[in-house]
């Protein structure tokens, strides 16, 4: 996800409290006859904060998914204005997932620890956030230790799901218990003791400028 | 290295530094829970001064790092077994303490810093033991921009990317950070070349003149030689001060002799030409053109990160280069640029730098026969590696030191033409290492196969070497004989 992090992302509670509105106002809204105008403001929204990559990125998945779920629609009613609504739904999803693609882990998890949310589930979704890659990283080398050992096909499966994995179980279980290990003595503990942030997130300008034009524009909508 | 920078330690003053006793371990006795009988250290007693660097070596698997997990807590917070003594840290005894008061007092840089990093950039990892401790974020700034500096990181650079040294310097660094007066690493210099081993040791040694008690379990006793000042041996549970250090160091470092005097042939065996491989935009390794005999041993070296896995991994065929090509002469069956098949591991054998990977069956005895020439050759290596009474044992049961010679053993097993290791030695005590390298010498002469080997281990790289590469950031700086590997 780390390419879609724009350099100058909202603050990312706010970027995630965006999502949910956006998608909840759009689900509500989808019968309304200004909400193609709505998600057009903002999207352009959303392109002049800087989230031009997720704003692109996610252009394929709408097609995709108002293509697909327009198209059950319509092929199950019959009715066209049960489509839009359809179509207008779609888009509301797609669009809730631009400020959360941008969302920078660190600043996502540093946000988090400030409003003193538990430090058990804090260490879990850095941990989680690390974990997948990790594991990609670790199928990728075991399969090319299978090769060395003479393991290249199916052919075999006990052979082949045994080398595949037991070396993948206890490298996790390795991974883990290190890990675990790691940050207790680096003085991680679950207890209440002070915890400093080093460069917590603030709320600039930018926020509230951002909160108040999509404010505006949500209002308008319904007004109008 | 002059830029080293430590002012971490602002109360102390250099001239009067104060040897009182950091770790005091009196009659201390451990046994695992799972193995009652044997006592891992029996009856220790043993002393870390400030001001001071000790290290704490001996043989695999004698007890070094249930001793380092003693100090820092893990033993009996996490691992369970019995324990008798007493462990006084800073004048206060531990017994009882969370390991999270004791990282307050006692620094710990534990193995394997890959599977430790959890934030994405180098700054954040640093602050996380920082903030863990109640330090203000002012200070924290000011720790990170120090432990940068010794360990010459950069603190905008993300984590997933670093090498597997930037990686250790990394997790170095953030215990540094912490700024405890006791710390205490266990193998810190595993994956660091000659100038990173070199760094790490003069900036611990700089921390112990400013009055930190500092503890390194290591094999390496070549690369640290000049900066400790107490040597422990351990041996057998047993926890001895070394009165003569410089025999004592001498006895674990000295060149292991090479026992092949035969020529090399040459007739080529591959012949690689402008080799390229780039990972997406950036180039990992560049123009690599060399040729390697048959019968020949070459040997692969240059710093942290300047492509000499990765190298192998191309002639062993286990990636595929971006541009250039590696002819061979194995088999003309196996062509030029094919992918690595069952029959080409057969004649090729791979020893990867991690042994995890690479052991999956039940028992020692059945992973070595799993790729077995025949049954004798299999005992043969067996007896040569005295791997006897770990037949029976499962594989991934073994200690880091005992799944690297099962894996070694394996591989040889298979009677391969050709042999590339990645970092044999990593984690062998010297009795180990004079035996692998022994026996790799052993059976060269006896099977005239090739070897090419990647390895930092300045012990016995010229007895392992007919032709050394010398690479630097991807490119070849040198081609020549063992020379090159001083």
Not at chain 2, 28 to 36: D, K, P, Q, R, V
Not at chain 2, 178 to 192: C, F, R, S, T, V
Not at chain 2, 220 to 233: H, P
Not at chain 2, 290 to 311: A, Q
Request: with cysteine; charged share 20%; hydrophobic share 45%.
């Amino acid at each position: 996800m780390e390419r879609f992090n724009t350099k100058n992302a909202l603050y990312p509670l706010l970027g995630f409290v965006i999502s949910i509105v956006t998608l909840v106002y759009g689900l509500i809204m989808a019968r309304h006859d200004n909400i193609f105008y709505f998600y057009a403001c903002v999207w352009v929204l959303f392109v002049a904060f800087g989230y031009i990559r997720s704003c692109l990125a996610v252009i394929p998945v709408a097609l995709l998914m108002c293509l697909t779920f327009g198209g059950i629609t319509y092929a199950i009613s019959g009715n066209v204005e049960n489509t839009v609504v359809a179509l207008s739904r779609s888009i509301a999803i797609v669009l809730a997932f631009i400020p959360g693609l941008a969302v920078s882990s660190t600043l996502f998890i540093r946000n988090l620890q400030q409003f003193k949310v538990p430090k058990v589930i804090v260490l879990g979704m850095m941990v989680a956030l690390n974990f997948f890659p990790i594991l990609s990283k670790e199928i990728k080398q075991i399969k090319q230790a299978m090769r060395t050992r003479g393991v290249t096909t199916i052919a075999n499966p006990k052979v082949f799901y045994r080398a595949l994995l037991m070396p993948l179980m206890s490298r996790i279980v390795n991974i883990s218990d290190t890990l675990a290990l790691s940050v207790e003595t680096r003085g991680f503990t679950t207890d209440k003791s002070s915890v400093t942030i080093y460069n917590p997130v603030k709320i600039d300008l930018r926020d509230v400028a951002f909160v108040i034009i999509f404010a505006t524009l949500a209002v308008l909508t319904a007004v109008l | 290295m002059n830029k080293l920078n430590i002012e971490i330690n602002e109360n102390i003053h250099n001239k009067h530094i104060d040897e009182s006793v950091a770790v005091d371990i009196k009659n201390l006795s451990f046994c695992y829970a799972n193995n009652a009988e044997v006592k891992v250290l029996n009856n220790v007693n043993f002393n870390m001064r400030y001001g001071n660097v000790a290290l704490l070596a001996g043989m695999s698997g004698q007890g070094k790092s249930t001793l380092f997990s003693v100090i820092n807590g893990v033993i009996p917070n996490v691992t369970n077994g019995n324990i008798s003594g007493d462990i006084l840290v800073d004048g206060k005894s531990i017994i009882g303490k969370s390991i999270g008061d004791i990282s307050r007092v006692v620094g710990s840089v534990l193995q394997n810093a890959d599977s430790q990093i959890i934030q994405p950039i180098i700054a954040d990892e640093i602050a996380f033991g920082c903030e863990n401790i109640g330090m203000l974020p002012m200070t924290i700034e000011k720790k990170i921009i120090d432990s940068c500096n010794i360990m010459q990181l950069d603190r905008t650079h993300k984590t997933r990317t670093l090498s597997g040294g930037q990686k250790q310097r990394l997790i170095t660094a953030t215990t540094l950070a912490m700024g405890q007066k006791i710390i205490i690493l266990d193998e810190p210099l595993a994956n660091l070349d000659m100038a990173g081993s070199a760094m790490l040791m003069l900036s611990l040694r700089r921390l112990a003149d400013k009055g930190y008690a500092v503890l390194v379990i290591e094999h390496r006793l070549d690369m640290v030689i000049e900066y400790v000042d107490t040597v422990w041996n351990i041996d057998g549970g047993n926890i001895d001060k070394v009165e003569d250090k410089s025999k004592y160091l001498e006895n674990q470092s000295v060149e292991i002799e090479d026992i092949v005097t035969e020529k090399v042939s040459n007739d080529i065996l591959f012949q690689l030409q402008e080799v390229s491989y780039n990972v997406r935009t950036k180039s990992i390794l560049e123009d690599i053109s060399f040729d390697i005999c048959k019968g020949e041993r070459v040997v692969i070296v240059g710093e942290n990160g300047c492509g000499k896995t990765t190298l192998l991994k191309i002639i062993s065929r286990l990636i595929k280069p971006t541009y250039g090509r590696i002819d061979q002469n194995i088999n003309s069956k196996f062509g030029a640029r094919k992918k690595g098949c069952k029959e080409w591991y057969k004649d090729v054998g791979v020893i990867y730098q991690n042994p995890n990977y690479q052991l999956f069956m039940p028992t020692v005895e059945q992973e070595i026969l799993f790729n077995g020439y025949s049954l004798e050759y299999c005992q043969k290596i067996v007896d040569m590696f005295e791997l006897g009474s770990l037949l029976h044992r499962h594989p991934q049961s073994l200690s880091e030191g005992q799944k690297r010679k099962v894996t070694i053993a394996t591989v040889l097993a298979a009677r391969p033409k050709v042999l590339l290791l990645d970092e044999p030695t990593v984690g062998q005590d010297y009795a180990s290492l004079k035996l692998l390298i022994n026996n790799l010498n052993q059976i060269h002469i006896e099977e005239q196969n090739t070897m090419i080997t990647v390895t930092h281990d300045k012990r016995c790289v010229g007895a392992i070497c007919d032709k050394a590469v010398k690479l630097r950031r991807g490119i070849i700086q040198e081609v020549g004989g063992k020379e090159l590997t001083l």
